[in-house]
């Protein structure tokens, strides 16, 4: 059971830059394709970036292509999600999460493919 926890969360202005960092508990994590997902008041969950379990291959929402990278350290257990150029639209609670599946060679986009949910960390965007 990968059991993550977010942080790195806080506040920016526009055009600055932040870095989430997601430690999890658990000996399976590096045989799970990990996620980062965000949700701003009164929306819904939605994706962000998605990393394979190996880190060989990584996923991102069209919003985020190019401003974001997400990777991960297998041995300190940890996800990281640099995030540059940050717009007032990114602002949400940012949660990271583990892919059900171990050692899928698919990189799942929606929520439901994800279990082990983080408590989040808040990302405010000011302009």
């Known amino acids: 059971q990968v059991q993550p926890v977010e942080s790195g969360g806080g506040l920016v202005q526009a055009g600055g830059s932040l870095r989430l960092s997601c430690a999890a508990s658990?000996?399976?994590?590096?045989?799970?394709?990990m996620g980062w997902f965000r949700q701003a008041p009164g929306k819904e969950r939605e994706f962000v970036a998605a990393i394979s379990w190996s880190g060989g291959r990584t996923k991102y929402a069209d919003s985020v292509k190019g401003r974001f990278a997400i990777s991960r350290d297998n041995v300190k257990k940890t996800v990281y999600l640099q995030m540059n150029s940050l717009k007032p639209e990114d602002t949400a609670a940012y949660y990271c999460?583990?892919?059900?599946?171990?050692?899928?060679?698919?990189?799942?986009?929606?929520?439901?493919?994800?279990?082990?949910w983080g408590q989040g960390t808040q990302v405010t965007v000011s302009s």
């Open positions: 999460a583990a892919d059900r599946v171990q050692f899928t060679g698919v990189i799942g986009t929606d929520v439901a493919n994800f279990g082990s």
């Open positions: 658990g000996r399976t994590f590096s045989s799970h394709g």
